[in-house]
């Protein structure tokens, strides 16, 4: 059975961000030979071009685990009707040298969820816009604005109801994409 590792970045270091629930509780629909890590990017450096030549080891670190990976999830918040600083300045900082990103060429899936009712679709655009550049062929459809109701989780932390089989469909529109597009 061919293993698939997916890169799983979460836009937010908050200790109970829904948006790393919602990624814990998403891998959990995908079959099992989809392995899913979450990067660590809470603690790489403000990206500097003049680091360029000599990487610290937190972004060397964040590299390797993209290049190991077959495909990335991105779950993120929106801030500011844009995507958190956070989450560009992993990006930036994995995405250079110049010609030595490490996300070229990696399908990408992209959801959110929030408070409100937009469900982090101004966010969502934004990293779209990026990956486009990044040359990461990112799933369009079904799109995945998710506003966090009451009952979308149960008390375990699960997807429950409506939200869940929504998610179930999502996970595995991704599956395929991963397979179709994985290098
Ligand atoms: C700096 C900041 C800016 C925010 N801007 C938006 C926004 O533009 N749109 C929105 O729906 N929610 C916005 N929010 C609310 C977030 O959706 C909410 O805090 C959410 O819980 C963050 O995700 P997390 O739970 O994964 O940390 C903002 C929150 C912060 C802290």
């Known amino acids: 059975m061919t293993q698939y590792q997916i890169a799983v970045v979460v ?10 629930k919602l990624a814990n509780a998403l891998v959990k629909l995908a079959p099992p030979e989809f392995v899913f890590r979450q990067l660590q990017i809470g603690d790489l450096p403000l990206y500097n ?14 590299k390797s685990e993209i290049l ?20 560009k300045n992993a990006i930036d900082n994995a995405s250079r ?18 408070p409100g009712a937009i469900g982090t679709a101004l966010a969502q655009q934004h990293l779209r816009n990026v990956l486009a550049y990044l040359d990461m062929p990112t799933m369009g459809q079904t799109e995945a604005f998710i506003q966090n109701k009451e009952g979308l989780f149960d008390a375990n932390g699960e997807l429950a109801g409506d939200g869940r089989k ?12 991963v397979k179709k597009h994985a290098a």
């Open 11 to 20: 836009g937010s270091l908050r200790k109970d961000s829904f948006n790393r």
């Open 166 to 177: 929504f998610l179930q469909a999502w996970i595995d529109k991704y599956v395929v994409w």
């Open 49 to 62: 071009q003049d680091d360029d030549a000599d990487q610290a080891a937190p972004v060397k670190r964040l």
């Open 97 to 114: 040298p110049y010609g030595q990103s490490a996300w070229a060429g990696k399908p990408a899936g992209v959801l959110g969820i929030s």
């Open 68 to 87: 190991a990976s077959q495909g990335v999830l991105f779950v993120t918040p929106e801030y500011n009707r844009s995507i958190p600083g956070l989450l």
